[in-house]
Structure formats: structure tokens, C-alpha cells
């Protein structure tokens, strides 16, 4: 499935209003006559799983909303409609700290609707061509996640071409990552609290320095304020 993710900072004292519109457009009648669905999240503060906690990308991050399309939909196809939606929301942001990314989504694993989601913006290595980091990313690396208790696992596979043409017509940053992990969870002390990850998060750790250049990426958590999907029970 198709997916564009957009990392948005508010300008000074805007952040209360970019929410409100982040979620006004979700229920645009655009999203629903492409079968598109929409999440608006807003990271957490003292958030145990931001890494580097500290980063610039961080620093006044207000809202992340993802745009996703289903199969055998483009969202590139429905830009035209899309851009004059985005546009009370671009008003309202800080456009050369705020990122946008589009890929395409893999879910491994799901249990319905989650309240907390966990993106980790991968950078592969240097020594990596793409084909081989991916190739690695999804028949390697993907155990990891498969065999992680309470949190639903997903891919998201980044198209850098089309982020830069999407960046470029908003006016906006391309997100600087080759993937992008995510977990999703109903609460996450359980997740930190459980024997499972006390046993594998050292050896996904190990196995990441395999193919990931982990200081020039970036993880941390989201409450999801929005989700327009229907999951199946």
C-alpha cells in the first residue's frame, strides 16, 4: 500500500491549531472518494524508545500524519486533489524543519486498532547497496519484529525519488531515511516490561549494526490522536 508520512513542526504558538487541522482533514471527503484512510499522531514527551532523544529532527516535533492508499491505489495519482487539502495545514508549519516521506507499506503482523505507534527511521549503511539493505531489511532482519510480543510490525519501504518531487511541491524537507520500522501497541509498559524483549532487543540490536547506520537514524513514540481505518476484529 502506498504511504505518505509528514513530520510537521508548528510555527511559534501554531501547534494547538495544526492539530485541529491535521484532524479536519482527515474526514475530507478527498480521502474518502480515493478509499484513502488518514492517522494523525502526536509524539510523546520523556518517550523511553526516542533515539537520539535529543535530535534536531525531534526538538518540536507537533504532529505526524500518515496518508495511506490501498492496494492497487497511487497516491501520486491523487496528488492533485490532495495538495489543496494539505494546504491550510502547510500555513501552519515550520517548512524547513518539517519532513515528508512517501514508500510503501508491508504489514507482518496485526491485532486491530492500537492506541500508541513507534516509527524508527532507518539509514542504511554505507557499505550497503539499496537492493542488498532491503533484501536484508525484509527476509533477515524482519524476525525480529515478527517474534515481538504485544506490538503489531509493519515495513515501510521508502521511494527517495517520489519524497523529493513530493517535498519539493510542498515546499517541504525530504525525510532522510531508507525505511521505516513500525510497532504498534496497546501500551508500552507492557511492551518494555516483557521477558521476550529482555531476550531479543539485544540481538535485533547486534543484528541492526549489520546493515543500519543507527546514529543517523531516529526512533521515538506517538499517540494516535486519529485513525480513520476499519480493522477487522
Sequence with gaps: MAKQFF????LTGHAPQLLDVALALTSS?????????????????KDPLAAPADSSFLAGLDVVLEIVAPAGVSLRACQRELSPLLSPLLALVDRERSRVACGYHRCFQESGQK??????LMVRRHDFSQADYLDYYVHSHSRFGVAT????????????????RLAEALGLKPVIADSISELRFLRLEDYLSSDVIAE???????????FVDRVASQSFTMDVVQDTRAYSL
Excluded: T
Design 7 to 10: 513530520y510537521l513542526h508548528a
Design 29 to 45: 471527503v478527498v480521502l474518502e472518494n480515493h478509499s484513502l484512510h488518514a492517522a494523525v499522531m502526536i509524539p510523546r514527551d
Design 115 to 120: 492506541p500508541l505507534r513507534y516509527h524508527y
Design 149 to 164: 510480543p504485544l506490538a503489531d510490525y509493519y515495513q515501510n519501504y521508502i521511494d527517495a525519488q517520489a519524497g523529493v
Design 200 to 210: 531479543i532487543g539485544p540481538a535485533a540490536s547486534v543484528d541492526e549494526e549489520r
